[in-house]
């Protein structure tokens, strides 16, 4: 920390000392992190190093053993998924989870419908005549994201039509059209060639600088990570080895043995995948 006497921003998100057991396996091992406003954060180990399972705990869907969450300063740790969804967190799974029977835009209508809270949800979605007309400030917002994404051409088609890595574009555009200040993406790239992992890419710097919005990124593309994130937690084997900035993280030797792999570790200052 630098000598500055500014009070830094309180965290939108953080959580203390969470531990998550599974029988004898400790998936997650007293694990402590922040996620500051407007920031990118990323969460990387190898596999099996318990990233899901914290995402788990910080989306509300898994309890854990010990240790707090909070948002937004206050205690979450005992509260449901829909519950922080409705205070602002969204989050993308490592297998995308969509309605197949559903468009395109209609997924993505849907979650900017609940964050408006401007109609009867659940009526919508099961009413066989379709959607209720949409209103202008919605469509330009669905629209903008369809193009973000390079959606636009598939918005009329169901979902179950199209391939993972365009499954897992419409994920991302549903979670950033659902408005949340804390966006929580577990291996968005995964699926997706280079072309659709840089418009990710270009989609995620716009919602942080635009719209103010917190990431917390998994993801196994390093390059990526370090590219694009302001500060990176390393697990592995459910401890947190280290955190650091990109640089910070390049030149840990703990990271380059642990992950990166010492023979393939990169020079310092040099990017790899
Ligand atoms: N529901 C579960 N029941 C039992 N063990 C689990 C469960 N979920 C995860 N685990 C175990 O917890 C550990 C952490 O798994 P987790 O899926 O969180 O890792 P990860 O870092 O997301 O890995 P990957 O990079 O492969 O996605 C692993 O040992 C895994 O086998
Ligand atoms: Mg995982």
């Known amino acids: 920390m630098s ?32 996620i500051p406003p407007a920031s990118i954060v990323g969460l990387v180990g190898p596999n099996g190093a318990g990233k ?41 799974f490592q297998h995308p989870e969509v ?26 979605m099961v009413t066989a005549r379709g959607f209720r007309r949409a209103g202008q400030e919605e469509v330009e917002r669905v629209d903008s994201l369809l193009e973000g994404l390079r959606l636009s051409r598939v918005a009329a088609q169901p979902v179950a039509a199209l391939s993972l890595g365009m499954t897992r574009l419409v994920e991302i555009a549903r979670a950033l059209a659902a408005n949340p200040t804390v966006l929580l993406l577990d291996e968005p790239s995964s699926g997706l060639d280079a072309q659709e992992t840089a418009q990710v890419v270009e ?17 196994h593309d390093m390059s990526m990570v370090l590219g694009l994130c302001d500060y990176v937690h390393v697990l592995d084997f459910g401890v947190k080895i280290a955190s650091g900035t ?28």
Request: include cysteine; aromatic fraction near 4%.
């Open 52 to 92: 899901s399972t914290l995402f788990s705990v910080l989306s509300g869907l898994a309890r854990p053993n010990a240790g707090e969450v909070e948002f937004d300063g206050t205690d979450v740790t005992g509260t449901s998924a829909q519950h922080r969804a409705r205070l602002g967190l969204a989050r993308t």
């Open 246 to 273: 990109p640089d910070e993280i390049r030149a840990d030797p703990a990271v380059r043995a642990a992950y990166l792999g010492e023979e393939q570790a990169p020079e310092q200052g040099e990017v790899t995948s």
């Open 99 to 124: 309605f197949s029977g559903l468009t395109v835009r209609e997924h993505i209508t849907l979650a900017h419908r609940i964050s408006t809270r401007r109609s009867r949800i659940w009526s919508d």
């Open 3 to 34: 000598a500055v006497s500014a009070v830094p921003a309180p965290p939108r998100m953080q959580c203390r000392d969470v531990t998550v057991r599974f029988g004898g396996v400790v998936a997650v091992n007293s694990v402590s992190l922040s």
């Open 203 to 219: 989609v995620f710097r716009l919602a942080v600088e635009r719209r103010g919005v917190s990431l917390l990124l998994v993801e």
